[in-house]
């Protein structure tokens, strides 16, 4: 597609000549990467949910303090998302959002911002290494990642940790860069502000994961230096105190109001527990965040393989050493633990992404090595293998096929394979552009089309709405077999969940408007309690669906009082 080359060569010309152009561009170009089902999508169980249930119920309750999902104390991270969500919510509500509390999009605003923030600040932070076109087209890469995507798409804290991890390694860049010599400009006196602004607020996020990533960076490149002198116009005592004036109070609050419990969990539990052992069955072997790699930062991902050799070569020069230092220690880190989740690597991307656009500069990509036109056909393989798992999925659960989806995944197809063209005729910068385009596409049909499509996958809002059908205001409910938090956020707080069928039996015998959804394994044991409550329930349908967290089948009656 040569034509296609040329408008985007000239786009990138025209995006990158001033700042403030290069920042509008990215703005529009992240929507347009992240909006397709950003709306339609429903909750994803089982975490975002669990996010939104337990901003909701800081609304309800007004307890902005404690964090809970249901009774059950939620003391797994700090109360930085649970704010900015039920922020977003309740400015929803003040407009006049039809039942805002539940429209899981509002929940998932803070995960959006956090998805462009990470656009325009890895387009900040890779001007410290290379000029504004090629910064510029660094930061759509971002854009166009196939995890930012994702993360972009639900409601927690991991767009808005790479936000904030972004801007605290581009501002230590700076330092180190120009310290170094390395550096084409002199950086801003306010660059200890960013950093510190932006550790205060992963520390309200995620507690010590941003400073842990550059804390480690720091601490191989001053042994390196043999000095920590480097670091002084980073200012750490102002940036201290910063951080215990933002993070001090809600932690001495949580603290007095849980009486330590938070720290236990938080700590004890949850953080310690996933460097022990493989929580919630997210266990990994090592190597995974490896195998996954050419997955989730597709399209960039093989190109970012064959920049491994000039990373090696120049490993010893400011730039490249100080990328090698953001990424490595973290990453062993992160390989190292058995908990094993796609997301946690992401704050390290954009410095894949610097290392891929100084590799392009100094001709650092050979297309001439053995294997590498293999590998570049992986940009071919990732959107193929999606688009039939895609119609499989869809033939196999629903007996359908995603018709309207299917132009964009084919285009998407035929965009990737240009980019294979594209970097065989060595036009690498054409190719990463194109693979923006076939990225956008790709998006598109999955989001917007395919996913929509695939009703099986909706059981908790088909059952929702199921309840909302009987006939009565704010009945009461019950849940036997399928005990989805995204059942909780839909139905409502007080969802109650049975051990069995009998439970079921004896809740609908109470008095007053009751509910009750009772998976087909439990069926039995309902039926069988019926006659001692002397009820004959009314079957207001039943529902048939496919559960991802447990990969099984589900038929789910829904029963009301006669």
Known sequence: MPSLTTALDRLATLASASHARACAFLVLLSLAAFLPGFQTLQPLDRDE????????????????????????????????????????????????????????????????????????????????????????????????????????????????????????????????LDWTRSLAFVPSSRNWLVFWSATALGLLLKGPIVPMVWGLAILVLSIRERSFRWLKPLRFDRGLLLCLVVVLPWFL??????????FAESVGQDMLGKVAEGQEKHWGPPGLYLLIFFGTY?????????????????????????LLAWIVPSWIVFEAVPTKLPHYVLPLYPAVTA?????????????????SVA????????????????????WSLDGS????????????????ATVVAAFRCGDLEGALRLGVVASLLLGLGVYG????????????????????????????VITVGYREPSLVFLVGTDLAMGPDGAAAAAFLAQPG???????????????????????????VTTLRGFNLNGGRRLEIAVLTRP
């Not at 096929?401 to 990737?416: G, S």
């Open 49 to 176: 949910p669990r996010f939104a249930q337990a901003s909701k119920q800081m609304l309800e309750t007004r307890d902005f303090v404690d964090i809970r999902f249901q009774d059950e104390a939620r003391h797994k991270k700090p109360v930085g998302i649970y704010w900015l969500q039920s922020a977003t919510v309740a400015a929803g509500e003040a407009l006049g959002v039809p039942q805002a509390r539940t429209q899981i999009w509002l929940y998932r605003i803070p995960s959006l911002v956090g998805a462009v923030a990470t656009v325009l600040l890895t387009y900040w932070a890779l001007l410290a290494f290379v000029g504004a076109r090629m910064a510029l087209l660094g930061a759509s890469l971002m854009a166009a990642c196939v995890l930012l995507g994702v993360e972009a798409r639900i409601a927690k804290t991991d767009a808005l940790l790479a936000a904030c991890a972004v801007a605290t390694m581009g501002a230590l860049a700076r330092t180190w």
């Open 253 to 262: 609050a949580i603290a007095w109001k849980t009486g330590g419990a938070f």
């Open 298 to 322: 597709w399209p960039a991902a093989a190109f970012a393989a064959m920049a491994v050799p000039f990373a090696w070569v120049r490993r010893r020069e400011p730039q490249v050493l100080f």
């Open 355 to 371: 290392l891929l656009l100084l590799a392009l500069l100094n001709d650092g990509i050979d297309r001439f090595r053995r294997g």
């Open 375 to 394: 590998t570049a056909l992986l940009v071919v393989i990732v959107p193929l293998a999606l688009t039939g798992i895609i119609v499989a999925a869809n």
């Open 401 to 416: 096929i995603p018709y309207l989806a299917l132009p964009f995944l084919l285009l998407a197809l035929l965009v990737a």
């Open 449 to 476: 089309f395919a996913v929509e499509s695939l009703r099986s996958f909706k059981l908790s809002p088909r059952l929702a709405e199921a309840v909302r059908t009987v006939g009565c205001t704010d009945p009461a």
């Open 513 to 539: 408007c009751r509910v009750a959804l009772v998976e087909a394994r439990h069926a039995a044991a309902f039926q069988a309690a019926l006659p001692a409550t002397g009820i004959t329930p009314r079957l």
